[in-house]
């Protein structure tokens, strides 16, 4: 992972940090501190002070999604009827209340969003997107590319 070099106030220390802990974010603070060259006293304070400043917003679980049944992948170009600020809104509320949308993004192109989506098949899928999607808040028309494949998940 590259993290950017021109933000003022990381230096080679702390970008090194954010590097190992992108890589393994349950890392004990001494395995840590003996990787970017600390003692663990300092790195527990540069870990805490990168937190407090947002660069590290959180730790999680990577889940695998075959062993929870949820391997068919498909996305889905949104258009919408309207995109004023109110229905951009509401469109974003309704989103974050489906599980299996696991991410959404707004798109500047020839459509408004494009909604990554995880079922156990197609046939789950076809009911998340005709039951689900669809009724989602000013939703006026979308199309799905399913994944074959994924090369690169995750990360920064």
Do not use: W
Not at 7 to 34: F, K, P, Q, W
Not at 92 to 113: Q, R, T, W
């Amino acid at each position: 992972m590259r993290i950017r070099t021109d933000t003022d106030h990381l230096d080679r220390i702390d970008r090194n940090i954010l590097r190992v802990l992108a890589g393994d974010g349950r890392i004990s603070i001494a395995d840590l501190a003996r990787q970017v060259g600390l003692s663990k006293s300092p790195a527990q304070v540069r870990v805490k002070r990168l937190q407090d400043q947002g660069y590290i917003q959180g730790f999680r679980a990577v889940l695998n999604p075959a062993k929870l049944g949820l391997e068919h992948v498909a996305f889905a170009e949104v258009k919408l009827t309207d995109t004023t600020e109110k229905a951009l809104t509401a469109f974003n509320a309704a989103v974050l209340k489906v599980p299996e949308i696991e991410e959404c993004h707004m798109i500047a192109g020839s459509f408004d969003y494009l909604i990554k989506v995880r079922t156990s098949d197609i046939q789950s899928y076809r009911l998340v997107l005709g039951e689900v999607i669809s009724a989602l808040p000013h939703v006026g028309a979308t199309s799905t590319h399913v994944s074959m494949q994924a090369v690169k998940e995750g990360g920064v």
